[in-house]
């Protein structure tokens, strides 16, 4: 799970430093900060059971 952690925070990393607004479906904008956190949602527990 420790690497789960640290691939989360590299890819965190590099969404601030994209700087565009990516929209999900053309219709929605997330936020860096918004994606990083949808991802930590579905990456943690499946890295927990493994």
Do not use: D, V
């Amino acid at each position: 799970m420790n690497s789960t952690k640290q691939y989360l925070l590299r890819l965190k990393t590099q969404f601030e430093r994209e700087g565009e607004r990516h929209k999900l479906l053309g219709l929605i904008w997330l936020s860096p900060q918004q994606r990083y956190e949808i991802l930590q949602e579905i990456m943690l527990p499946l890295a927990g059971k493994m």
